[in-house]
């Protein structure tokens, strides 16, 4: 199992810059990927980021345009997310996920929520106009 604990969160006006960590542990050697994925309220889960942890080829949500830039330092078992130019709809809980099992080749695999085996308990990020 893998353990996943985020942070990085708060309340920062618009324009402002935010990073988020996420740490694992337990079978982090074992990962293939690492996301990040964030959820507004009343709207469904959204994909974000992505980075293979072996390589670190990086994908991103189009919607992003280039505003955000995801990272790992691979030997302290985490994953950065970098939120820069922060506008009000991104306000969101993002949740940082680890894929171990699986060995996803497409951009449509590291954008689906289902190729990630675990999931953190999320933080708030919260973008005033």
């Known amino acids: 199992q893998v353990q996943l604990v985020e942070s990085g969160g708060g309340l920062v006006q618009a324009g402002a810059s935010l990073r988020l960590s996420c740490t694992a542990s337990g079978r982090a050697f074992s990962m293939y990927a690492m996301g990040w994925f964030r959820q507004a309220p009343g709207k469904e889960r959204e994909f974000v980021a992505s980075i293979r942890w072996s390589g670190g080829n990086t994908y991103y949500a189009d919607s992003l345009e280039g505003r955000f830039t995801i990272s790992r330092d691979y030997a302290k078992n985490t994953v950065y997310l970098q939120m820069n130019s922060l506008k009000p709809e991104d306000t969101a809980v993002y949740y940082c996920?680890?894929?171990?099992?699986?060995?996803?080749?497409?951009?449509?695999?590291?954008?689906?929520?289902?190729?990630?085996?675990?999931w953190g308990q999320g933080t708030q990020v919260t973008v005033s106009s």
């Open positions: 996920a680890a894929v171990l099992y699986g060995s996803p080749r497409s951009y449509s695999d590291y954008a689906r929520d289902l190729t990630y085996d675990y």
